[in-house]
T-cell receptor, first 109, second 113 residues
Framework: SQQGEEDPQALSIQEGENATMNCSYK?????LQWYRQNSGRGLVHLIL?????REKHSGRLRVTLDTSKKSSSLLITASRAADTASYFC?????????FGEGTQLTVNP | NAGVTQTPKFQVLKTGQSMTLQCAQD?????MSWYRQDPGMGLRLIHY???????DQGEVPNGYNVSRSTTEDFPLRLLSAAPSQTSVYFC????????????FGAGTRLSVL
């Protein structure tokens, strides 16, 4: 079974709006990562947040982590059409990294 | 800089055939892994390796074999292909391990008829 679960499964917004995706997981983690996948391509790493961190920023990306609720969120501000992609959270337990099922984000021009 | 290279990009097999999906990285990463991606199911871990000579099973290892004789290469073997193995396969490498940033290849799209 998947360790991480993203919500919503699909999200459609207009260019310039903010997009928020959520990830919930089941067991204790060391780190939580977010990846982006453009259609037909491999996954690209976006941001890594450690279990002792609560918030992290990278450009237009903001990630929060609440270990008490076993959840994380990814906020993309001022979205662009080029942000259209699938977004996955991933959590590690020991030597394994487990991905959620992803959120498909569509940014309409 | 090549990064993680997967070959072939596309493959069609008949049920019962065997084949090897190649994965090579030029970043001297110790950790490598194989995932399959099916619609609506995200990525599922097949096998992984923490270094040359060491491999272990992931979530869905049945029907697949791996070996890691060098740091650079981590081939995935399908022993007797089945239609259920139709999927997109991704190889990834990481300098630190499962907890660290993963670098993905472009994928191999496999169809088993």
């Amino acid at each position: 079974s998947q360790q991480g679960e993203e919500d919503p499964q699909a999200l459609s917004i207009q260019e310039g709006e903010n997009a928020t995706m959520n990830c919930s997981y089941k067991t204790s983690i060391n780190n939580l990562q977010w990846y982006r996948q453009n259609s037909g391509r491999g996954l690209v790493h976006l941001i890594l947040i450690r279990s002792n961190e609560r918030e992290k920023h990278s450009g237009r990306l903001r990630v929060t982590l609440d270990t008490s609720k076993k959840s994380s969120s990814l906020l993309i501000t001022a979205s662009r059409a080029a942000d259209t992609a699938s977004y996955f959270c991933a959590t590690d337990s020991g030597s394994r990294l487990t991905f959620g099922e992803g959120t498909q984000l569509t940014v309409n021009p | 800089n090549a990064g993680v290279t997967q070959t072939p990009k596309f493959q069609v097999l008949k049920t019962g055939q065997s084949m090897t999906l190649q994965c090579a990285q030029d970043m001297n990463h110790e950790y490598m892994s194989w995932y399959r991606q099916d619609p609506g199911m995200g990525l599922r871990l097949i096998h992984y390796s923490v270094g040359a000579g060491i491999t272990d099973q992931g979530e869905v290892p049945n029907g697949y074999n791996v070996s890691r004789s060098t740091t650079e290469d981590f081939p995935l073997r399908l022993l007797s292909a089945a239609p259920s193995q139709t999927s997109v396969y991704f190889c990834a490498s990481s300098p630190g391990g499962a907890w660290d940033i993963q670098y993905f290849g472009a994928g191999t799209r496999l169809s088993v008829l």
